[in-house]
């Protein structure tokens, strides 16, 4: 049971990013699926989430109207479109898996920076 991040790097200000977030050996339908993120010295906070059923997302307010969480049931994945990004978005991004596991990936960088 395991999730795996990719999709970060460098972009400057105003770009965009995909993340990916791949799950293996149980099924995200079900799950209520989070993307976290923690900045150098800061708590890790959470930025997206879905509930179980995918009928519901949620944003924090920092990156509402710029981020979007979704997922590919056929290739068992999670992704955060990010775009308009900010300096202040750099951080290490983690997804995480709620329900009979709970199950975090080793995350992925993203630098935000001209």
């Known amino acids: 049971v395991q999730l795996v991040e990719s999709g970060g790097g460098l972009v400057q200000p105003g770009g965009s990013l995909r993340l990916s977030c791949a799950a293996s050996?149980?099924?995200?339908?079900?799950?209520?699926m989070s993307w976290y993120r923690q900045a150098p010295q800061k708590e890790r906070e959470w930025v997206a989430g879905?509930?179980?059923?995918?009928?519901?997302?949620n944003y924090a307010d920092s990156v509402k109207g710029r981020f979007t969480i979704s997922r590919d049931n056929a290739k068992n994945t999670v992704y955060l479109e990010m775009n308009s990004l900010k300096p202040e978005d750099t951080a290490v991004y983690y997804c995480?898996?709620?329900?009979?596991?709970?199950?975090w990936g080793q995350g992925t960088q993203v630098i935000v920076s001209s």
């Open positions: 995480n898996a709620a329900g009979y596991y709970y199950v």
């Open positions: 050996g149980f099924t995200v339908n079900g799950y209520v």
């Open positions: 879905s509930n179980s059923a995918w009928t519901s997302t």
